[in-house]
């Protein structure tokens, strides 16, 4: 079966199901593999429960029905029909990449455009190899502007991701110290992260950049298709009016209010401010779209549990993201400051000597105390200022840690420590 007879069969679906437990009525069901599971063996059932058809590659998985597509690769056939449907759609596509805050640059630019546009943007963490395909798979054939989020954790996966989606528009939102055991160094992460302009150069797309970002503004020095921000930027120059507790930027004497917390936030809006501006959005809805965005999933997100307000960023960590956070609750006018840092994952070799930075910064610090969660924070040579556990699980019974009230916390660690279930212990 050719990729346009199967896209003829997935318009008149429900559409791509690549989970069993989540099969829908008409829909077409996947069969992936992975380390410990096998799609193939799900595919009887899943047409058992509603899908209309399976994609399998493995032949001893046939049924006796015309149910079943036989195919060399389902993975590779996921990927081929999303770019297939994508080649279909008039939607432009904005392709988000980078280190720290491309989540939320990109929830932030698609509540700019939604005020304007017919949108669609990334659910979630659905940025690898099948997030991507999928997404591309739900944008509908009224969709104005889709924005697309892209992970990777190895050189060459945002160029396959781009060659899959292939965007109109990208932005990097910047490049730091994440998965260095995946990327090998800084220069890998710039390297595999600048496969996005690389594609969007080859193919004459469109590129927004921050100007004030030495890296980005010399990679990008001789080429013409781009659009910079930036505080002296000449495309679009912006004012930091307030950043405590929250944001507010100044752009040609509009004022955009935030609710977000911390001034590595400032780059992620002002991204948001000056892509609506340059795609025609009024700057009265760009301002609207700034200021209704709510940060959720664990991302900068400021809670108020009883006596205490929370910071609650533990989706992700690494190196520079940390540094970042920290330095703002530090700088924020907050009473009775702690601190409870999680591991940084995914940082290979010198894990040990970024961790061990992060607790020589934090000891210098006039903040009260500072609860370092995970095996590797265990590691490190800490002062009695610090209190350190295996897990969320040990600090929710720390005798110190029962007794916080009245304070001011910053949660941030990598999603794998699962700071977030810290906050149901906080009294």
């Known amino acids: 079966m050719s990729i346009q007879d199967l896209h003829e069969l997935f318009m008149k679906s429900s559409g791509v199901v690549t989970d069993s437990r989540k099969i829908k009525t008409n829909c077409i069901f996947f069969s992936l593999k992975g380390a410990n599971f096998n799609g193939n063996e799900f595919a009887k059932s899943a047409i058992e429960n509603g899908a209309i058809y399976a994609v399998i590659d493995e032949k001893k998985y046939l049924g006796d029905k015309e149910n079943y597509i036989l195919v060399k690769n389902s993975l590779t056939t996921l990927q081929q029909l999303a770019n297939f449907h994508r080649k279909k759609v008039k939607t432009k596509i904005i392709g988000i990449t980078g280190s720290n805050g491309k989540t939320t640059t990109k929830e932030l630019i698609n509540s700019v455009l939604k005020t304007h546009f017919k949108t669609y943007c990334t659910k979630g963490n659905l940025n690898n190899h099948i997030g991507v395909p999928l997404s591309l798979l739900e944008i509908a054939d009224n969709t104005e502007f889709a924005v697309i989020e892209m992970g990777a954790n190895h050189i060459g996966e945002i160029e396959l991701l781009s060659k899959i989606t292939e965007p109109n528009y990208g932005y990097i939102t910047n490049f730091g110290k994440a998965h260095l055991e995946g990327f090998g160094s800084e220069q890998g992460v710039i390297k595999g992260k600048s496969e996005l302009y690389e594609f969007l150069i080859e193919n004459s797309g469109f590129i927004f950049y921050n100007s004030d970002d030495e890296k980005q503004k010399n990679i990008l020095s001789n080429y013409k298709n781009k659009f910079g921000f930036g505080k002296d930027a000449s495309d679009l120059n912006y004012l930091v009016k307030a950043e405590n507790p929250n944001i507010i930027i100044e752009v040609n004497n509009n004022t955009f209010e935030s609710s977000l917390f911390g001034n590595y936030n400032i780059t992620n809006i002002i991204s948001a401010i000056s892509i609506g ?11 609207n779209g700034v200021s209704n965005y709510i940060s959720s999933n664990n991302r900068s997100q400021i809670l108020k549990i009883n006596s205490n307000n929370i910071i609650l960023d533990a989706y992700n960590a690494n190196p520079s993201s940390m540094l970042l956070a920290i330095k703002a609750f530090q700088n924020a006018e907050l009473e009775n400051k702690i601190l409870i840092l999680g591991d940084m994952l995914e940082l290979g070799k010198d894990e040990n000597k970024f961790h061990q930075e992060i607790v020589d910064y934090c000891n210098d610090l006039d903040i009260e105390r500072v609860f370092l969660v995970g095996k590797i924070f265990s590691k490190t040579n800490y002062s009695n200022k610090f209190i350190s556990t ?27 420590v699962k700071l977030e279930k810290i906050v149901d212990y906080i009294s």
């Not at 969320?392 to 941030?412: A, G, P, T």
């Open 390 to 416: 295996n897990n969320y699980i040990e600090l929710s019974n720390n005798k110190e840690f029962k007794k916080i009230k009245d304070s001011s916390l910053l949660i941030k660690g990598s999603r794998g």
């Open 277 to 287: 501006i340059f795609l025609g959005v009024p700057i009265k809805k760009v301002k």
